[in-house]
T-cell receptor
Framework: KAGVTQTPRYLIKTRGQQVTLSCSPISGHRSVSWYQQTPGQGLQFLFEYFSETQRNKGNFPGRFSGRQFSNSRSEMNVSTLELGDSALYLC?????????????FGPGTRLTVL | AQSVTQLGSHVSVSEGALVLLRCNYSSSVPPYLFWYVQYPNQGLQLLLKYTTGATLVKGINGFEAEFKKSETSFHLTKPSAHMSDAAEYFCAVSTQVGGSYIPTFGRGTSLIVHP
């Protein structure tokens, strides 16, 4: 069974631009969560989607948004990029929402904002 | 609000020695607790989790953790370290918020294994 895939793996943008990251969950998984990982703040929860609906959202500004499609694939968008948005963005999929469902993480997208 | 504290950003052990990675949490309601491992340039992999029931939880690769409610701790142990255990380890807690679960991660502990 294929794992969680994230594209692109690496991305370089400049301040003010916007970026879209993509995540394809494991087949059969309907829950997708996004995380931001930085050396300064560690791993922080961005949001979770299940059946095309956002279920939870972390403490991030409105510049960060996401969506989920009917095939469970998810995209995350960051508008008006800032230097501090440079991070590893991780996507995780699960069979369903809830902490009791194991999350499977993708390798991440490394975003660098210049 | 919930929080997770991992004592020691780096832990160094010799191959074959006991591994102990400490995790303390704060939560106003019964939590779900997790340990994840992250190898360089990879995502996180679940080592083990505590939901309910037995407080001693066994995971993959010989790791185990014990939930101690009175100490609000969930320390990760392995009797004998292997070189392949060198990685970043994250403790996480998840509690219910309005019918859903929001995970909070610790800052991570880098395990260094010396030959």
């Amino acid at each position: 069974k294929a794992g969680v895939t994230q594209t692109p793996r690496y991305l370089i943008k400049t301040r003010g631009q916007q970026v879209t990251l993509s995540c394809s969950p494991i087949s059969g998984h309907r829950s997708v969560s996004w995380y931001q990982q930085t050396p300064g703040q560690g791993l922080q929860f961005l949001f979770e989607y299940f059946s095309e609906t956002q279920r939870n959202k972390g403490n991030f500004p409105g510049r960060f948004s996401g969506r989920q499609f009917s095939n469970s694939r998810s995209e995350m968008n960051v508008s008006t990029l800032e230097l501090g948005d440079s991070a590893l963005y991780l996507c995780a999929s699960a069979v369903g929402p809830g902490a009791y469902n194991e999350q499977f993480f993708g390798p991440g997208t490394r975003l660098t904002v210049l | 609000a919930q929080s997770v504290t991992q004592l020691g950003s780096h832990v160094s052990v010799s191959e074959g020695a006991l591994v102990l990675l400490r995790c303390n949490y704060s939560s106003s309601v019964p939590p779900y607790l997790f340990w994840y491992v992250q190898y360089p340039n990879q995502g996180l992999q679940l080592l083990l989790k505590y939901t309910t029931g037995a407080t001693l939880v066994k995971g993959i690769n010989g790791f185990e953790a014990e939930f101690k409610k009175s100490e609000t701790s969930f320390h990760l142990t392995k009797p004998s370290a292997h070189m392949s255990d060198a990685a970043e380890y994250f403790c996480a807690v998840s509690t219910q918020v309005g019918g859903s679960y929001i995970p909070t991660f610790g800052r991570g502990t880098s395990l260094i294994v010396h030959p």
